[in-house]
């Protein structure tokens, strides 16, 4: 049972998918935390369209890959017994996409996945989509690094 | 529509905004990467941060499917390279070039741009139509031919002030007999119909005179003044 002196953490959360190895990981992590507040889960991933076609090409329905990083998520929450509403978007810039997301959601958390990259000797490679939706979110941001393997610490 | 934008200073900003707002498919490219951040920042993420000249960005840009390009950077060398590329390379069916150098006008429209913008051009034809600088006034030129809208006083006891022309070729002369400059020519008639509409519309504003049009030339002559399409010198 939760403490009724501790302050909600969010009451809806998006949950970012990136297709990589930290999806698994925060959406238990969101999935865990939500449950003590009953607070409602969406994952959305964005799929980034080039400007060499339109926005609305039929480009993202159809990739088996895409379909798979929502069916993983939804897993990952059943196995936590909990639900997440799964969106698929697509869009010019993830981090304008996820940031007008949260917003149309009204969500008060956005969770990321910050996943360590093996190749290349191995590290955290920022990006730009993280930086730009630490500036331009209007909700709290949760940022989840995975660990270090310990190969590579 | 989808509309390219290339050069994000002034023009092309505001350009990219009101098309945004009105809810056209917009990317602007603009090479100077703080500029570029600027402009993401303020109208969201329609910039690419490239230089429109090269095709290879283009090409990134969607030139390919792009309706309209507008080239707008303060470069007139810049803008005819990327209009003409994406004319000939992309096939994009209509493009536009902010001419700063009116001198380069008749190249651009040599090598096939579509439409030409000239600020400068605008200023100095709204700047002669206020300050009378010469005898006759430029009060517009007709696109694609060689042919202007000029105005002219006529002289205090012409035989034409207050009254309605009944010729205009006799009308015409009038004029032409006032500065030598003003040449009647077969080329006027092909635009006659459309110099007579505007013609009888600034006639009708400005003066009770009787507009009239023939085959090789147009005047019309009001109170103390007289229109007529003339060749462009």
Same mark, same amino acid.
């Given at each position: 049972?939760?403490? +009724? ?7 809806? *959360? ?15 992590? %969101? ?11 969406? %994952? ?28 993983? *998520? ?11 509403? +799964? ?9 304008? %996409? ?56 | ?20 707002? #009105?809810?056209?498919? !917009? ?64 096939? !994009? ?5 902010? !001419? ?106 400005? #003066? ?26």
């Amino acid at each position: 049972m939760p403490n +009724p002196e501790q302050t909600v953490v969010f009451r809806r *959360a998006v949950v970012a998918l990136n297709g990589g190895s930290s999806d698994a990981r925060i959406v238990r992590l %969101a999935a865990g935390v939500a449950r003590q507040w009953k607070a409602e889960l969406v %994952a959305v991933h964005v799929v980034e369209i080039d400007w060499t076609q339109p926005l609305d090409a039929d480009i993202a329905g159809r990739s088996e890959d895409v379909q798979r990083v929502l069916d993983l *998520a939804e897993e990952t929450a059943e196995d936590c017994q909990y639900k997440i509403e +799964p969106v698929l978007l697509q869009a010019r810039d993830v981090g304008a %996409a996820l940031v007008d997301e949260a917003t149309e959601q009204r969500a008060d958390m956005l969770i990321l996945g910050l996943p360590y990259r093996k190749r290349f000797g191995g590290d955290f490679a920022i990006g730009s989509t993280i930086p730009y939706v630490l500036k331009n979110a209007p909700c709290a941001v949760w940022v989840v690094r995975e660990p270090i393997p310990e190969e590579s610490a | 529509m989808f509309v390219l934008v290339v050069g994000g200073g002034k023009v092309g900003y505001y350009l990219a905004k009101e098309l945004v707002e #009105s809810g056209h498919e !917009v990317v602007l490219m603009e090479k100077d990467h703080a500029r570029a951040d600027q402009i993401a920042d303020e109208i969201g993420s329609i910039v690419i941060a490239h230089d429109g000249c090269e095709g290879k960005y283009l090409a990134e840009a969607g030139a390919n499917r792009a309706d309209i390009v507008a080239a707008v950077t303060g470069d007139d060398e810049d803008n005819l390279v990327i209009c003409q590329m994406a004319k000939h390379h992309f096939d !994009v069916p209509r493009t536009i070039a902010r !001419v700063n150098n009116p001198k380069n006008e008749e190249l651009f429209k040599h090598l096939g741009v579509d439409e030409l913008i000239s600020p400068t051009r605008m200023i100095l034809g709204s700047i002669e139509q206020d300050i009378p600088v010469h005898e006759l006034l430029h009060l517009g030129s007709l696109g694609g031919s060689d042919l202007e809208l000029i105005e002219a006083p006529l002289l205090p006891g012409s035989s034409r002030s207050r009254r309605a022309v009944r010729s205009s070729r006799s009308s015409a002369r009038d004029v032409r007999s006032r500065s030598g400059r003003t040449r009647s020519s077969p080329k006027a008639t092909r635009s006659s119909r459309s110099a007579a509409r505007s013609a009888r519309r600034r006639s009708t504003a400005s #003066s009770s005179g009787t507009p009239s049009r023939s085959a090789d030339a147009l005047a019309v002559c009001g109170r103390g003044v007289a229109f007529a399409l003339a060749e462009r010198t």
